[in-house]
């Protein structure tokens, strides 16, 4: 998993898996991802993260690689 990925999750889950973590995240109206890094005392940084439609593509291998979709139908 990159380290942006892993910001992403952290962000997400509301966990820092890096450092620095990201304290905001975005989809701009063109259908890209930003984040913004999280540093004491400071606003941190902007980051480009790459397009919000390959965010949905690895997080959905992430799920299948996790066995979640094998859950799918089950209740």
Known sequence: MSPQMGAILGYL???????PALAELSVTPDGHLVGRTQVSGDNGHTLYL??????RANLRRLG????????????
């Open 13 to 19: 889950f509301e966990r820092a898996y890096t450092t």
């Open 50 to 55: 790459g397009r919000e439609t390959d965010l």
């Open 64 to 75: 299948i690689a996790a066995g979640l979709n094998q859950m799918s139908g089950r209740r």
